[in-house]
């Protein structure tokens, strides 16, 4: 089962900053989150991780709350070939001791003209 | 998804017939893994090495093997294709297994069984 909730999908204006949501109310304090997005049935790529701190890099913000129990993923400017599945994902360990990327159903975004 | 190359891209197989998935990377990352993703899904972990040698079995494992003899490969094996296995195939590494960095991702291998 998935440790992240996000929406199902979304809509964003070309040029417009695109804000994706997640929630993991259930991370544990030395859990990273992680963004990848998927376009078309293409491998999965990275985007972003953190921690507890803002981060940043030339494709997205990602804006971790201070109790760590939700986060945003930030595109500033979104163009058309940012439509794709974006996934939010928790690295948990399981009772195994076995870490995994556990993925969900992701948000598909879809960037209008 | 410079780094992490897979072979086939398509292939279509036979029901009983067996293949070997090919994954190589040339970044010298000790933990690699394989993933399936069914239309509409995410991704679910098949098996993953955490290095040369040393295998383990993932959330989905069953009719599937797997091997680890270098580091830059990890070939995925089905013994006797089933219907239920068509999918898409991603193989991911990782720097370490107990490492923060991100995993990388294949471009994937479609695989249909008739």
């Known amino acids: 089962d998935a440790k992240t909730t996000q929406p199902p999908s979304m809509d964003c204006a070309e040029g417009r900053a695109a804000n994706l949501p997640c929630n993991h109310s259930?991370?544990?304090?030395?859990?990273?989150v992680y963004w990848y997005r998927q376009i078309h049935s293409q491998g999965p790529q990275y985007i972003i991780h953190?921690?507890?701190n803002n981060e940043t890099n030339e494709m997205a913000s990602l804006i971790i709350t201070e109790d760590r129990k939700s986060s945003t993923l930030i595109l500033p400017h979104a163009t058309l070939r940012d439509t794709a599945v974006y996934y939010c994902?928790?690295?948990?360990?399981?009772?195994?001791?076995?870490?995994?990327?556990?993925f969900g159903t992701g948000t598909r975004l879809k960037v209008l003209a | 998804n410079a780094g992490v190359t897979q072979t086939p891209k398509f292939q279509v197989l036979k029901t009983g017939q067996s293949m070997t998935l090919q994954c190589a990377q040339d970044?010298?990352?000790?933990?690699m893994s394989w993933y399936r993703q069914d239309p509409g899904m995410g991704l679910r972990l098949i098996h993953y090495?955490?290095?040369?040698?040393?295998?383990d079995q993932g959330e989905v494992p069953n009719g599937y093997n797997v091997s680890r003899s270098t580091t830059e490969d990890f070939p995925l094996r089905l013994l006797s294709a089933a219907p239920s296995q068509t999918s898409v195939y991603f193989c991911?590494?990782?720097?370490?297994?107990?490492?923060?960095?991100?995993?990388?991702f294949g471009d994937g291998t479609r695989l249909s069984i008739l």
């Open positions: 994902i928790v690295r948990p360990r399981d009772e195994s001791g076995t870490y995994k990327y556990i």
């Open positions: 259930t991370i544990s304090g030395n859990e990273y």
């Open positions: 953190g921690l507890k």
């Open positions: 970044m010298n990352h000790e933990y």
């Open positions: 090495s955490v290095g040369a040698g040393i295998t």
């Open positions: 991911a590494t990782q720097l370490t297994y107990y490492s923060n960095q991100p995993q990388h």
